[in-house]
């Protein structure tokens, strides 16, 4: 059975110099708010790889994206509950290498304009694509926090 239905998101992995950034954009002609992606759990990378997972990235929430934008989806590494500093970007696991499994998923949950929260499942297997940035004019932008809107009708 194929789902043909048009996903409102899609993504990419923005490589952005020496950090890898998750990029969402909204595909509908719809404001889409509080837009969250689950928090990703890693598979461990011991030999045994069993367990509970010692990595996983937590994804800050969005208040809301507007149609057609692109939003920059900041994210926190953990390891074995603490913060994990800079140097420890675990997001390059999400990346798609051609012939390689990858186990992961995006799950993502918004409310659409009727109040009513939606999800999408995105499998990284099939759909991600990094994308190097090399303008100068753009990279300064994906430094910064991601986007703040003024959505009149958010709810509270």
Same mark, same amino acid.
């Given at each position: 059975?194929? %789902? %043909?239905?048009? *996903?409102? #998101?899609?993504?990419?992995?923005? /490589?952005?110099?020496?950090?890898?950034?998750?990029?969402?954009? /909204?595909?509908? *002609?719809?404001?889409?708010?509080?837009?969250?992606?689950?928090?990703? #759990?890693? *598979? %461990? !990378?011991?030999?045994?790889?069993?367990? +509970? &997972?010692?990595?996983?990235?937590? #994804?800050?929430?969005?208040?809301?994206?507007?149609?057609?934008?692109?939003?920059?989806?900041? =994210?926190?590494?953990?390891?074995?509950?603490?913060?994990?500093?800079?140097?420890? =970007? =675990?997001?390059? *696991?999400? @990346?798609? $290498? !051609?012939?390689?499994?990858?186990?992961?998923?995006?799950? $993502? &949950?918004?409310? !659409?304009?009727?109040?009513?929260?939606? #999800?999408?499942?995105?499998?990284?297997?099939?759909?991600?694509?990094?994308?190097? $940035?090399? !303008? +100068?004019?753009?990279?300064?932008?994906? @430094?910064?926090?991601?986007?703040?809107?003024?959505? &009149? %009708?958010?709810? +509270?």
């Amino acid at each position: 059975m194929t %789902n %043909n239905k048009p *996903k409102p #998101f899609t993504h990419k992995l923005v /490589n952005d110099g020496p950090s890898l950034l998750l990029e969402l954009t /909204n595909a509908t *002609k719809q404001t889409l708010k509080r837009v969250e992606i689950l928090t990703v #759990f890693l *598979k %461990n !990378d011991d030999a045994l790889g069993w367990g +509970p &997972s010692q990595v996983h990235i937590r #994804f800050e929430p969005v208040e809301c994206i507007l149609p057609a934008e692109k939003s920059i989806m900041h =994210h926190t590494t953990w390891i074995n509950g603490k913060q994990a500093g800079p140097e420890n =970007h =675990h997001l390059q *696991k999400l @990346q798609v $290498i !051609d012939g390689e499994l990858n186990p992961y998923v995006l799950d $993502i &949950s918004w409310q !659409d304009t009727e109040g009513k929260t939606r #999800f999408q499942r995105t499998p990284l297997s099939a759909s991600a694509h990094l994308v190097t $940035i090399y !303008d +100068p004019r753009i990279t300064p932008a994906l @430094q910064t926090s991601a986007p703040r809107h003024s959505c &009149s %009708n958010a709810v +509270p």
